[in-house]
Protein backbone atom coordinates (compact mmCIF):
# COMPACT_ATOMS: atom_id res chain seq x y z
CA UNK A 1 0.00 0.00 0.00
CA UNK A 2 2.72 2.68 0.83
CA UNK A 3 4.39 1.95 -2.81
CA UNK A 4 1.41 2.44 -4.02
CA UNK A 5 0.47 6.06 -2.62
CA UNK A 6 3.69 6.95 -3.23
CA UNK A 7 3.25 5.77 -7.37
CA UNK A 8 -0.09 7.64 -6.43
CA UNK A 9 1.58 10.87 -5.22
CA UNK A 10 4.00 11.21 -7.99
CA UNK A 11 1.41 11.10 -10.72
CA UNK A 12 -0.69 13.64 -8.74
CA UNK A 13 2.94 16.19 -8.74
CA UNK A 14 3.05 16.47 -12.58
CA UNK A 15 1.03 18.38 -14.67
CA UNK A 16 -2.00 16.34 -15.66
CA UNK A 17 -1.84 16.58 -19.73
CA UNK A 18 -5.04 17.79 -22.05
CA UNK A 19 -7.51 14.84 -21.59
CA UNK A 20 -5.94 13.00 -18.50
CA UNK A 21 -8.29 11.24 -16.04
CA UNK A 22 -6.82 10.57 -12.87
CA UNK A 23 -8.14 7.74 -10.72
CA UNK A 24 -6.82 9.05 -6.80
CA UNK A 25 -6.12 5.86 -5.18
CA UNK A 26 -8.28 4.95 -1.86
CA UNK A 27 -7.17 6.16 1.44
CA UNK A 28 -5.19 9.07 2.30
CA UNK A 29 -2.06 10.72 -0.51
CA UNK A 30 -0.12 13.51 0.70
CA UNK A 31 0.82 16.38 -1.32
CA UNK A 32 4.06 18.29 -1.27
CA UNK A 33 3.62 21.06 -3.73
CA UNK A 34 0.77 22.08 -6.02
CA UNK A 35 -1.46 19.49 -8.42
CA UNK A 36 -2.08 20.79 -11.60
CA UNK A 37 -4.70 20.36 -13.96
CA UNK A 38 -4.63 21.21 -17.71
CA UNK A 39 -7.55 21.00 -20.12
CA UNK A 40 -9.73 18.32 -20.04
CA UNK A 41 -8.69 16.90 -16.68
CA UNK A 42 -11.04 14.62 -14.86
CA UNK A 43 -9.80 13.89 -10.92
CA UNK A 44 -12.34 11.25 -9.14
CA UNK A 45 -12.03 9.66 -6.08
CA UNK A 46 -11.99 5.81 -5.41
CA UNK A 47 -15.22 4.31 -4.30
CA UNK A 48 -14.19 3.27 -0.88
CA UNK A 49 -12.98 7.14 -0.50
CA UNK A 50 -9.51 9.57 -1.41
CA UNK A 51 -8.53 12.06 0.72
CA UNK A 52 -5.77 14.56 -0.42
CA UNK A 53 -3.62 16.19 2.29
CA UNK A 54 -1.06 19.57 2.69
CA UNK A 55 1.90 17.74 4.01
CA UNK A 56 3.76 19.65 6.71
CA UNK A 57 6.34 20.74 3.95
CA UNK A 58 3.76 21.51 1.39
CA UNK A 59 4.60 24.70 -0.66
CA UNK A 60 2.39 26.22 -3.29
CA UNK A 61 -0.98 28.27 -4.06
CA UNK A 62 -3.54 25.19 -3.50
CA UNK A 63 -3.81 21.75 -3.51
CA UNK A 64 -5.20 21.70 -6.82
CA UNK A 65 -4.82 24.07 -9.20
CA UNK A 66 -6.86 24.51 -12.24
CA UNK A 67 -5.06 26.13 -15.51
CA UNK A 68 -6.78 24.50 -18.37
CA UNK A 69 -10.49 24.31 -19.49
CA UNK A 70 -13.40 21.86 -19.57
CA UNK A 71 -12.02 20.10 -16.13
CA UNK A 72 -13.89 18.08 -13.83
CA UNK A 73 -13.30 17.37 -10.03
CA UNK A 74 -15.53 15.06 -8.11
CA UNK A 75 -16.07 12.75 -4.84
CA UNK A 76 -12.85 12.66 -2.96
CA UNK A 77 -11.53 14.86 -0.01
CA UNK A 78 -9.25 17.19 0.68
CA UNK A 79 -7.84 17.85 4.15
CA UNK A 80 -5.47 21.31 3.90
CA UNK A 81 -3.48 20.79 7.56
CA UNK A 82 -4.90 24.10 8.61
CA UNK A 83 -2.63 23.53 11.88
CA UNK A 84 0.82 23.12 9.90
CA UNK A 85 -0.30 25.81 7.28
CA UNK A 86 -2.38 28.30 8.63
CA UNK A 87 -0.64 32.20 7.93
CA UNK A 88 -1.76 35.32 10.09
CA UNK A 89 -2.60 37.24 7.55
CA UNK A 90 -4.39 40.85 7.43
CA UNK A 91 -6.85 41.19 4.35
CA UNK A 92 -5.09 41.78 0.28
CA UNK A 93 -4.69 45.58 -0.40
CA UNK A 94 -7.37 47.36 -2.31
CA UNK A 95 -5.65 46.76 -5.49
CA UNK A 96 -4.69 42.96 -5.05
CA UNK A 97 -7.31 40.24 -5.94
CA UNK A 98 -7.33 36.92 -3.46
CA UNK A 99 -5.60 34.98 -6.17
CA UNK A 100 -2.47 36.69 -5.43
CA UNK A 101 -2.65 36.33 -2.12
CA UNK A 102 -4.10 33.84 0.05
CA UNK A 103 -2.02 30.45 0.16
CA UNK A 104 -3.10 27.07 1.61
CA UNK A 105 -6.23 27.02 -0.87
CA UNK A 106 -8.32 23.56 -1.63
CA UNK A 107 -8.62 24.57 -5.39
CA UNK A 108 -7.37 27.98 -6.92
CA UNK A 109 -8.62 28.08 -10.60
CA UNK A 110 -7.56 30.79 -12.73
CA UNK A 111 -8.65 31.81 -16.31
CA UNK A 112 -10.81 28.95 -17.57
CA UNK A 113 -13.64 27.70 -18.74
CA UNK A 114 -16.00 25.16 -17.95
CA UNK A 115 -15.07 24.43 -14.76
CA UNK A 116 -17.06 21.72 -12.44
CA UNK A 117 -16.29 20.69 -8.70
CA UNK A 118 -19.51 17.85 -7.45
CA UNK A 119 -19.05 16.10 -4.50
CA UNK A 120 -15.69 16.74 -2.82
CA UNK A 121 -15.40 17.51 0.77
CA UNK A 122 -12.98 19.74 2.47
CA UNK A 123 -11.49 20.21 5.84
CA UNK A 124 -9.11 22.06 7.61
CA UNK A 125 -8.36 24.50 5.03
CA UNK A 126 -6.00 27.64 5.50
CA UNK A 127 -7.10 29.99 2.65
CA UNK A 128 -10.10 29.45 0.70
CA UNK A 129 -11.75 25.82 0.13
CA UNK A 130 -12.25 26.76 -3.29
CA UNK A 131 -10.92 30.57 -4.87
CA UNK A 132 -12.45 30.98 -8.75
CA UNK A 133 -11.15 34.05 -10.49
CA UNK A 134 -11.43 35.53 -14.04
CA UNK A 135 -13.05 32.54 -15.01
CA UNK A 136 -16.54 31.27 -16.96
CA UNK A 137 -19.15 28.27 -17.01
CA UNK A 138 -18.17 27.07 -12.92
CA UNK A 139 -20.49 25.07 -11.72
CA UNK A 140 -19.92 23.72 -7.76
CA UNK A 141 -22.41 21.12 -6.32
CA UNK A 142 -22.74 18.60 -3.42
CA UNK A 143 -19.42 20.96 -1.49
CA UNK A 144 -19.05 20.09 1.94
CA UNK A 145 -16.43 22.55 4.02
CA UNK A 146 -15.73 22.38 7.85
CA UNK A 147 -13.47 23.80 9.87
CA UNK A 148 -11.87 26.32 7.85
CA UNK A 149 -10.29 29.89 7.31
CA UNK A 150 -7.24 31.74 8.83
CA UNK A 151 -7.15 34.62 11.30
CA UNK A 152 -5.48 37.44 11.36
CA UNK A 153 -2.66 39.68 13.38
CA UNK A 154 -5.63 40.04 16.32
CA UNK A 155 -6.81 36.42 15.86
CA UNK A 156 -10.04 37.60 14.16
CA UNK A 157 -10.99 36.58 10.66
CA UNK A 158 -9.49 37.24 7.78
CA UNK A 159 -12.34 36.39 5.03
CA UNK A 160 -11.00 33.07 4.60
CA UNK A 161 -12.68 29.55 4.55
CA UNK A 162 -15.51 29.27 2.67
CA UNK A 163 -16.00 29.46 -1.76
CA UNK A 164 -14.80 32.28 -3.56
CA UNK A 165 -15.76 33.52 -6.72
CA UNK A 166 -13.85 37.27 -8.14
CA UNK A 167 -12.64 39.11 -10.33
CA UNK A 168 -14.93 39.02 -12.92
CA UNK A 169 -16.05 35.49 -12.83
CA UNK A 170 -19.39 35.21 -14.60
CA UNK A 171 -21.83 32.15 -15.54
CA UNK A 172 -21.43 30.72 -11.92
CA UNK A 173 -23.48 28.09 -9.65
CA UNK A 174 -22.75 27.40 -6.33
CA UNK A 175 -25.41 24.95 -5.37
CA UNK A 176 -26.82 22.28 -2.40
CA UNK A 177 -23.22 23.02 -0.37
CA UNK A 178 -23.09 22.49 2.76
CA UNK A 179 -20.23 25.01 5.39
CA UNK A 180 -19.89 24.68 8.79
CA UNK A 181 -17.52 26.48 11.55
CA UNK A 182 -15.94 28.75 8.86
CA UNK A 183 -14.10 31.93 10.15
CA UNK A 184 -14.47 33.84 7.13
CA UNK A 185 -17.45 33.99 4.75
CA UNK A 186 -18.82 31.31 3.55
CA UNK A 187 -20.16 31.34 -0.46
CA UNK A 188 -19.27 34.93 -1.93
CA UNK A 189 -18.14 37.08 -5.07
CA UNK A 190 -15.18 39.95 -4.95
CA UNK A 191 -14.02 42.16 -7.42
CA UNK A 192 -11.26 44.92 -7.34
CA UNK A 193 -12.67 48.22 -8.01
CA UNK A 194 -11.44 48.50 -11.18
CA UNK A 195 -11.58 44.96 -12.59
CA UNK A 196 -14.78 43.64 -14.35
CA UNK A 197 -17.85 43.09 -11.86
CA UNK A 198 -19.09 38.85 -11.53
CA UNK A 199 -22.01 38.20 -13.55
CA UNK A 200 -24.87 35.85 -14.23
CA UNK A 201 -24.53 33.82 -11.52
CA UNK A 202 -26.57 31.72 -9.23
CA UNK A 203 -26.07 31.18 -5.32
CA UNK A 204 -29.23 28.57 -4.47
CA UNK A 205 -29.71 25.99 -1.54
CA UNK A 206 -27.04 26.04 0.42
CA UNK A 207 -26.79 25.84 4.47
CA UNK A 208 -24.82 27.59 6.80
CA UNK A 209 -23.89 26.52 10.19
CA UNK A 210 -21.73 28.90 12.63
CA UNK A 211 -19.92 31.50 10.30
CA UNK A 212 -17.54 33.66 11.35
CA UNK A 213 -18.30 37.12 8.72
CA UNK A 214 -21.21 36.68 6.00
CA UNK A 215 -23.17 33.21 5.42
CA UNK A 216 -23.33 35.28 1.89
CA UNK A 217 -21.68 38.06 -0.16
CA UNK A 218 -22.50 39.53 -3.19
CA UNK A 219 -19.79 42.23 -4.07
CA UNK A 220 -19.60 43.91 -7.32
CA UNK A 221 -21.88 42.39 -9.31
CA UNK A 222 -24.70 41.96 -11.84
CA UNK A 223 -27.33 39.47 -12.33
CA UNK A 224 -26.67 37.06 -9.28
CA UNK A 225 -29.53 35.01 -8.01
CA UNK A 226 -29.64 34.34 -4.07
CA UNK A 227 -32.73 31.61 -3.54
CA UNK A 228 -33.44 29.14 -0.69
CA UNK A 229 -30.58 29.26 1.42
CA UNK A 230 -30.29 28.73 4.91
CA UNK A 231 -28.12 29.22 8.39
CA UNK A 232 -27.72 29.43 11.72
CA UNK A 233 -25.46 30.94 14.10
CA UNK A 234 -23.68 33.95 11.67
CA UNK A 235 -21.42 35.59 13.19
CA UNK A 236 -19.94 33.22 15.90
CA UNK A 237 -18.13 32.77 17.26
CA UNK A 238 -17.76 36.11 18.58
CA UNK A 239 -14.37 35.88 19.03
CA UNK A 240 -13.44 35.20 15.28
CA UNK A 241 -15.79 38.48 14.01
CA UNK A 242 -13.84 40.86 12.59
CA UNK A 243 -14.55 43.83 15.57
CA UNK A 244 -11.26 45.75 14.81
CA UNK A 245 -11.72 45.76 10.86
CA UNK A 246 -15.79 46.95 11.43
CA UNK A 247 -16.57 43.22 9.65
CA UNK A 248 -20.35 43.74 10.69
CA UNK A 249 -21.63 39.71 10.10
CA UNK A 250 -24.80 39.38 7.72
CA UNK A 251 -26.98 36.83 6.62
CA UNK A 252 -27.06 37.99 2.98
CA UNK A 253 -24.35 40.74 2.22
CA UNK A 254 -23.97 43.47 -0.57
CA UNK A 255 -20.73 45.18 -1.46
CA UNK A 256 -19.22 47.14 -4.65
CA UNK A 257 -21.85 47.95 -7.44
CA UNK A 258 -24.58 45.13 -7.93
CA UNK A 259 -27.56 45.38 -9.90
CA UNK A 260 -30.53 43.36 -11.37
CA UNK A 261 -30.20 40.85 -8.76
CA UNK A 262 -32.61 39.13 -6.60
CA UNK A 263 -31.98 37.71 -2.83
CA UNK A 264 -35.20 35.93 -2.25
CA UNK A 265 -36.40 32.80 0.00
CA UNK A 266 -33.38 32.72 2.40
CA UNK A 267 -34.03 32.02 6.20
CA UNK A 268 -31.29 32.31 9.06
CA UNK A 269 -31.70 32.23 12.61
CA UNK A 270 -29.18 33.39 15.08
CA UNK A 271 -27.18 36.81 13.61
CA UNK A 272 -24.60 38.23 15.80
CA UNK A 273 -25.47 41.22 13.47
CA UNK A 274 -27.73 42.14 10.20
CA UNK A 275 -29.72 39.80 8.23
CA UNK A 276 -29.61 41.79 4.82
CA UNK A 277 -27.31 44.25 3.95
CA UNK A 278 -28.29 46.11 0.70
CA UNK A 279 -24.30 48.70 0.46
CA UNK A 280 -24.49 49.05 -3.16
CA UNK A 281 -27.86 47.08 -3.81
CA UNK A 282 -30.11 49.03 -6.76
CA UNK A 283 -32.48 48.10 -9.53
CA UNK A 284 -33.07 44.58 -8.15
CA UNK A 285 -35.54 42.49 -5.73
CA UNK A 286 -35.70 41.33 -2.49
CA UNK A 287 -38.09 39.23 -1.17
CA UNK A 288 -39.62 36.20 0.58
CA UNK A 289 -36.47 36.33 3.11
CA UNK A 290 -37.15 35.25 6.99
CA UNK A 291 -34.45 36.59 9.71
CA UNK A 292 -34.99 35.21 13.51
CA UNK A 293 -33.17 36.61 16.48
CA UNK A 294 -31.36 39.33 14.70
CA UNK A 295 -28.62 40.93 17.43
CA UNK A 296 -28.13 44.31 15.13
CA UNK A 297 -30.35 46.28 12.51
CA UNK A 298 -32.59 43.89 10.01
CA UNK A 299 -32.43 45.13 6.77
CA UNK A 300 -29.67 48.33 5.45
CA UNK A 301 -29.34 50.05 2.44
CA UNK A 302 -26.23 51.89 1.84
CA UNK A 303 -24.11 53.51 -1.11
CA UNK A 304 -20.54 53.14 -0.97
CA UNK A 305 -19.60 52.79 -4.31
CA UNK A 306 -19.55 55.57 -5.91
CA UNK A 307 -21.21 54.37 -9.30
CA UNK A 308 -24.48 53.57 -8.06
CA UNK A 309 -27.11 55.04 -6.71
CA UNK A 310 -29.77 53.25 -4.03
CA UNK A 311 -33.04 53.51 -6.28
CA UNK A 312 -35.30 50.62 -7.54
CA UNK A 313 -35.02 48.67 -4.92
CA UNK A 314 -38.40 46.45 -4.34
CA UNK A 315 -38.31 45.10 -0.40
CA UNK A 316 -41.06 42.95 -0.42
CA UNK A 317 -42.92 40.22 1.97
CA UNK A 318 -40.13 39.61 4.59
CA UNK A 319 -40.04 38.66 7.86
CA UNK A 320 -37.83 39.34 10.76
CA UNK A 321 -38.77 38.56 13.98
CA UNK A 322 -36.73 39.59 16.62
CA UNK A 323 -34.40 42.57 15.98
CA UNK A 324 -32.28 44.41 18.27
CA UNK A 325 -32.57 47.51 16.95
CA UNK A 326 -34.73 48.68 13.43
CA UNK A 327 -36.41 47.12 10.97
CA UNK A 328 -35.55 48.81 7.78
CA UNK A 329 -33.47 51.67 6.60
CA UNK A 330 -34.04 53.68 3.36
CA UNK A 331 -32.27 55.66 1.36
CA UNK A 332 -32.48 56.80 -1.91
CA UNK A 333 -35.39 57.42 -4.91
CA UNK A 334 -38.24 55.55 -6.23
CA UNK A 335 -37.88 52.20 -4.05
CA UNK A 336 -40.77 50.12 -2.68
CA UNK A 337 -41.08 48.78 0.54
CA UNK A 338 -44.08 46.63 0.55
CA UNK A 339 -45.98 43.99 3.05
CA UNK A 340 -43.11 42.99 5.13
CA UNK A 341 -43.86 42.11 8.32
CA UNK A 342 -40.96 43.33 10.87
CA UNK A 343 -42.16 42.00 14.67
CA UNK A 344 -40.48 42.31 18.03
CA UNK A 345 -38.18 45.19 16.53
CA UNK A 346 -35.85 47.27 18.74
CA UNK A 347 -35.56 44.58 21.62
CA UNK A 348 -32.64 46.60 23.03
CA UNK A 349 -35.34 49.25 24.23
CA UNK A 350 -33.09 51.71 22.74
CA UNK A 351 -33.13 54.80 22.42
CA UNK A 352 -29.66 55.12 21.14
CA UNK A 353 -27.97 57.94 19.72
CA UNK A 354 -25.86 56.44 17.51
CA UNK A 355 -25.48 59.27 14.58
CA UNK A 356 -25.27 62.63 15.33
CA UNK A 357 -28.72 64.51 14.58
CA UNK A 358 -30.63 61.17 14.41
CA UNK A 359 -31.73 59.99 17.29
CA UNK A 360 -34.69 57.88 15.68
CA UNK A 361 -32.27 55.56 13.29
CA UNK A 362 -31.77 52.66 15.82
CA UNK A 363 -35.65 52.55 17.12
CA UNK A 364 -37.77 53.23 14.09
CA UNK A 365 -40.01 50.34 12.31
CA UNK A 366 -38.97 51.62 9.05
CA UNK A 367 -36.27 54.59 8.67
CA UNK A 368 -36.81 57.18 5.69
CA UNK A 369 -32.81 58.57 5.84
CA UNK A 370 -30.79 61.28 4.01
CA UNK A 371 -27.86 59.22 3.36
CA UNK A 372 -25.21 56.84 4.40
CA UNK A 373 -21.92 56.95 2.74
CA UNK A 374 -22.78 59.69 0.52
CA UNK A 375 -26.28 61.52 0.44
CA UNK A 376 -29.04 59.73 -0.85
CA UNK A 377 -32.37 61.67 0.71
CA UNK A 378 -35.32 59.25 0.94
CA UNK A 379 -38.01 60.49 -2.11
CA UNK A 380 -40.26 58.76 -4.15
CA UNK A 381 -40.18 55.48 -1.87
CA UNK A 382 -43.76 53.73 -1.72
CA UNK A 383 -44.00 52.41 2.07
CA UNK A 384 -47.23 50.20 2.59
CA UNK A 385 -49.20 47.51 3.89
CA UNK A 386 -45.96 46.59 6.35
CA UNK A 387 -46.81 45.12 10.01
CA UNK A 388 -44.57 46.69 12.76
CA UNK A 389 -44.51 45.97 16.24
CA UNK A 390 -42.18 45.81 19.02
CA UNK A 391 -40.91 48.22 21.73
CA UNK A 392 -42.47 51.41 21.17
CA UNK A 393 -43.69 50.48 17.48
CA UNK A 394 -47.01 52.68 18.05
CA UNK A 395 -44.88 55.47 18.26
CA UNK A 396 -41.78 55.17 16.64
CA UNK A 397 -43.49 53.12 13.54
CA UNK A 398 -42.23 54.44 10.85
CA UNK A 399 -39.05 57.18 11.61
CA UNK A 400 -37.80 60.48 9.41
CA UNK A 401 -34.59 61.71 9.41
CA UNK A 402 -34.02 65.57 9.83
CA UNK A 403 -34.66 67.23 6.72
CA UNK A 404 -36.43 64.69 5.27
CA UNK A 405 -40.19 65.45 4.45
CA UNK A 406 -42.42 62.55 4.94
CA UNK A 407 -44.61 63.79 2.09
CA UNK A 408 -42.37 63.62 -0.77
CA UNK A 409 -42.45 59.38 -0.18
CA UNK A 410 -45.62 57.40 0.10
CA UNK A 411 -46.95 55.82 3.20
CA UNK A 412 -50.16 54.36 3.41
CA UNK A 413 -51.96 51.26 4.98
CA UNK A 414 -48.90 50.37 7.47
CA UNK A 415 -49.96 48.45 10.66
CA UNK A 416 -48.26 49.70 13.96
CA UNK A 417 -48.16 48.86 16.91
Not at 13 to 42: N, S
Not at 200 to 218: K, Y
Not at 288 to 293: D, M, S, T
Not at 309 to 314: A, D, L, Y
Request: glycine share 12%; aromatic share 6%.
Amino acid sequence: MAALLVAAAALLLAPAPRGKFVQLAPGTVELHAEMVLEDGAEVRGAASGSVLRAAADFKGRALIVVRGNHVLLHDFAVDGNREKLEARLELPRYDVPFARFTPGNGVLAEGVEHLAIRNLRFWNIAGFAVLVSRSRQVAIDGVRVADSGSRNLAGRNNSTGGILLEEGTSDFRVTRCELRNIRGNGIWTHSLYTSPRNARGVFAENRFHTIGRDALQVGHATQVRVEGNAGTRIGFPEEAVDVEGGAIPVGVDTAGNVDRSIYARNQFYGINGKCIDLDGFHDGEVSRNVCVEVAGYGIVMNNSNPDMEPRNVRIEDNLLDGVKYGGIFVIGADNAIRRNRLLNLNTAHCGCYYTAGEPDLFSSGIYLGKGAERPAPARGNVIEENEITGYQMDRRCIGVAPGINPGSNTLRGNRCK
